[in-house]
């Protein structure tokens, strides 16, 4: 079994719609949970980072934790083409960060 | 934010050519540097651990002296790919986290480089 899951897509939605964006995982050590945006042939780029179980909100991007079922989430609100690229999730703890595969969005005009 | 800048962002040599990316953190220290290889449309894979004043932490399977790493400031660690070859064609990517290693981390814009 992987440390963390996450579905590669691609995940194509018309602009405006609401995206999430998933990741499970297994170990309970990890601490921090980070979602990254990289766009093609550029590094990853943070968009939001939590150390505990809930919503983390900053602009159109709500971040959400769930460790009881070590579940994480990343919801896209009213999204744009210029949101179209791969979403990464991470999860750092014991000094180790571990990404998921990133899933692959394109927001249609 | 933390930046890090990564350079060349992309690189085009004949095959057994060396060649050297550098990776910077702008406006912090960074004791540890991490350096990743990605292939198309693959997630990032950990090639090793650089540390500030000692040796580098080489991931199971890459070559240590295939891919020479030197972290001689607290805000510069490079990478040198010793006798490149077609297969080392990738996408080379670092990142440093602010304080300690249980942060975020910050990458570079990774650098493309092509083995002829």
């Known amino acids: 079994q992987k440390e963390v899951e996450q579905d590669p897509g691609p995940l194509s939605v018309p602009e405006g719609a609401i995206v999430s964006l998933n990741c499970t995982y297994s170990?309970?050590?990890?601490?921090?949970f980070m979602w990254y945006r990289q766009y093609s042939r550029k590094g990853p780029e943070l968009l939001m980072y939590t150390y505990s179980s809930g919503n983390k909100e900053d602009g159109r991007f709500t971040a959400q934790v769930d460790k009881s079922s070590k579940y994480i989430s990343l919801f896209i609100r009213d999204s744009q083409p210029s949101d179209s690229a791969t979403y990464l999730c991470?999860?750092?703890?014991?000094?180790?960060?571990?990404f998921g595969a990133g899933t692959r969005l394109f927001v249609k005009a | 934010g933390a930046v890090v800048s990564q350079h060349p962002s992309w690189v085009i040599c004949k095959s057994g050519t060396s060649v050297k990316i550098e990776c910077r953190s702008l406006?912090?220290?960074?004791?540890?540097m991490f350096w990743y290889r990605q292939f198309p449309k693959q997630s990032l894979m950990l090639m090793a651990t650089?540390?500030?004043?000692?040796?580098?932490?080489?991931e199971q399977g890459v070559e240590k002296d295939k891919f020479l790493i030197n972290h001689a400031s607290l805000t510069l660690s490079t990478l040198t790919v010793t006798s490149a070859h077609p297969e080392d064609s990738s996408f080379y990517i670092c990142?440093?986290?602010?304080?300690?290693?249980?942060?975020?981390?910050?990458f570079g814009d990774g650098t493309r480089l092509s083995i002829l």
């Open positions: 990142s440093a986290p602010q304080t300690d290693s249980n942060q975020p981390q910050h």
């Open positions: 991470a999860l750092t703890g014991g000094f180790k960060t571990i």
């Open positions: 650089s540390n500030e004043g000692s040796k580098a932490t080489y």
């Open positions: 170990n309970s050590a990890f601490q921090y």
């Open positions: 406006d912090f220290q960074a004791t540890t």
